[in-house]
């Protein structure tokens, strides 16, 4: 006996499609109204009675201060730097912002400290924003990517801090993006992510795993270029600060827990915040990210779909390393663009964008729970890559061929 057709089937779907629309419209108004909300009650850059307001930014800036001041080397000194930010706020705050980034970073904090705080920071964000939307829209190849996009919950703490998630992720997906047709661009843009050289850890042993020697030599060459260029430009002397500083900043932030293990979003950071000590805390990290590591390359050797290693070394990325914040999680939007790409050619894209509702829903907790939930987020997004993956190994050959 034969089923009747379901004939309610493709409204249902139109309802679910549409459902998904309206909640990606209501969470970018509601994180809109937010921001909005929180700078007129003056929780954000400036306070109701005119004061600044210090975020992270405020790092970048001085340290732009300071190379402009031509002391470049002098923003790694943490007493020198926080006087900069005390500064820039008008008032000696608690706390203080270090600056961590190699000397590389400091062409673009010097172009910013050309402009007020204030201004800078919004500016910060409005360049860096649209990079993000683009990434993502080429990624994903339709227009509803740019809704999805500014839905994502990762975008608003990187806004709230002012800090460079933007970038982190248009370089992850762009060099993902471009890596088959274009792998010199690719390995440029993978040079550029030497200012975070944490995100980086992956990338070498998957362009080799890959057979990727063009894109290798890319960022290699792009990498030592930005090096030298930062040298000939603020001094060796900036390089010898920076490495100086590296271990003074890892017994500050991860041994002694001076920027709150609750803010972290690593394993390690986690296993800190619930009582565990450092030899724990780095065994634990230092077994799940070999883990991960051996995964992502076995994935490169393997003749799977390419927006699967993509989402992979992407997520793995973010896992790997003991030093994650909630910013930086503007960059899970990419595996997660990967995988929407993927549904988009399977057709099951409403049910892919079901799934991602718990990491999203782990990431608009924090603000509540100051606590490791996006490791947690990260973790899901791992498991619906590794889901993707099996099932696509049990399609038939020809389903297969049209994923590659």
Not at 85 to 91: C, F, G, S, T, Y
Not at 198 to 207: D, K, M, R, S, T
Request: with cysteine; charged share 10%.
């Amino acid at each position: 006996m034969v089923a009747a057709p379901d004939v309610d089937a493709p409204s249902r779907a139109f309802e679910l499609t549409r459902a998904i629309e309206l909640s990606c419209f209501a969470l970018c108004v509601a994180q809109a109204v937010f921001v909005a909300g929180c700078y007129v009650k003056g929780y954000w850059l400036v306070a109701l009675n005119g004061a600044l307001i210090p975020n992270d930014f405020v790092n970048v800036w001085a340290a732009g201060q300071q190379a402009l001041a031509g002391h470049a080397a002098a923003a790694y000194d943490v007493h020198a730097h926080k006087l900069i930010e005390d500064a820039a706020i008008r008032l000696a705050f608690a706390g203080e912002y270090p600056w961590n980034y190699p000397p590389t970073f400091l062409f673009v904090a010097t172009a910013f400290a050309l402009l007020p705080l204030v201004t800078a920071n919004i500016a910060l964000l409005l360049l860096t924003f649209p990079l993000y939307l683009t990434t993502l829209r080429a990624i994903i190849g339709e227009r509803s990517a740019l809704l999805l996009a500014c839905a994502f919950p990762g975008i608003v703490p990187n806004v709230m801090a002012g800090q460079n998630g933007f970038v982190t992720a248009a370089l992850i997906g762009g060099a993902l993006l471009f890596l088959e047709r274009r792998p010199l661009l690719a390995g440029c843009l993978i040079g550029c992510l030497s200012f975070k050289p944490h995100f980086g850890l992956l990338f070498p042993l998957v362009l080799i795993a890959g057979g990727h020697w063009r894109a290798f030599a890319a960022a290699a060459v792009a990498t030592l270029a930005f090096a030298a260029a930062s040298s000939l430009a603020f001094g060796m002397d900036t390089w010898v600060a920076f490495l100086h500083a590296l271990p003074a900043t890892s017994q500050s932030v991860l041994t002694d827990g001076s920027a709150e293990f609750g803010k972290m979003q690593s394993l390690y950071a986690l296993v800190r915040m619930l009582g565990g000590s450092e030899s724990l805390g780095w065994t634990v990290h230092g077994m799940f990210a070999a883990g991960v590591m051996a995964a992502i390359v076995l994935l490169w050797r393997s003749r799977g779909p390419f927006d699967l290693k993509a989402a992979g070394v992407t997520a793995g990325a973010l896992l790997v390393t003991p030093y994650l914040f909630m910013y930086d999680l503007a960059a899970l939007a990419v595996p997660m663009a990967f995988l929407i790409r993927m549904s988009l050619r399977s057709g099951d894209t409403a049910a892919e964008l079901l799934r991602f509702l718990p990491a999203c829903a782990l990431l608009i907790s924090f603000t509540a729970l100051k606590m490791p939930v996006g490791f947690v987020a990260i973790v899901w997004i791992a498991l619906l890559i590794a889901r993707r993956l099996w099932v696509t190994g049990r399609q038939p050959s020809a389903t297969k061929a049209a994923f590659a």
